[in-house]
């Protein structure tokens, strides 16, 4: 069996991911821009400035704009996501979630947070989930965000756990990536149009069973 579970935040253990694309987009509207959940497909997993990078691009208007007024927006939009997550409590982790990490503790396997969020420790602090991991990656460490490894392959490193002893479960077509550049099972939550790449998929995280990953991990 898999001897390390890392999860993503945003999408797979609260749907974070919603309240993300809800200050992007109250921050692209501010510029004058509408973002949609398609396009919002492209955001998740990477970081805030990668994010802001990909928005601007949406407007000739807004090429060459100085990176103090970057800064300035990306932190608007964090205030704007900080307001948003202030309302999570327990009751907004995700169907299949908790099952999931109670059987992960039951088995002696360790639990990781591969997350590309600097919200990520105060999130999991409102679900009541923080003491049920054994390390919170800090992505002020990681170099090279999603879809490059490195997020997942430090985890890994830290326990001294090899990689195809690993399994990464991620809702974003970035972090799917990333979890197969590191030779690792990955385990995709959402539609297989957005995460085809996925060595096993589930339609949304009820359906998240351990028995079930680990036989396709098996395989
Ligand atoms: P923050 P994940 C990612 O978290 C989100 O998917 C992405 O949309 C967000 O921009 C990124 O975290 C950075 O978040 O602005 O809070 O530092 O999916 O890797 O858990
Ligand atoms: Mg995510």
Not at 177 to 193: C, K
Request: aromatic share 8%.
């Amino acid at each position: 069996k898999p001897k390390l579970f890392i999860f993503d935040l945003d999408g797979v253990i609260t749907d974070t991911a919603e309240f993300h694309f809800l200050a992007w987009k109250q921050l692209a509207e501010e510029l004058g821009i509408t973002i949609d959940r398609r396009f919002n497909e492209e955001l998740k997993g990477i970081s805030r400035m990668e994010s802001l990078e990909k928005i601007l691009a949406l407007d000739p208007a807004l090429q060459g704009m100085p990176l103090e007024e970057k800064k300035r927006l990306a932190e608007k939009k964090n205030d704007h996501y900080k307001e948003l997550i202030r309302t999570i409590t327990p009751d907004h982790i995700l169907p299949g979630v908790e099952p999931l990490i109670k059987r992960i503790k039951e088995e002696g396997i360790l639990l990781a947070l591969g997350s590309a969020s600097k919200n990520a420790p105060a999130v999991l602090q409102r679900l009541g989930l923080y003491e049920d991991f054994d390390l919170i990656v800090d992505p002020a460490k990681v170099k090279k965000g999603k879809p490059d490894p490195e997020i997942f392959t430090k985890a890994a490193d830290h326990f001294r756990v090899p990689y195809s002893a690993c399994v990464g479960v991620e809702d974003s077509a970035a972090g799917i990536e990333a979890i197969n550049r590191a030779g690792m099972f990955s385990v995709g939550v959402g539609s297989a149009d957005v995460l085809s790449a996925s060595a096993y998929i589930v339609p949304d995280t009820s359906r998240l069973d351990f028995d079930r990953i680990v036989e396709k991990f098996n395989r």
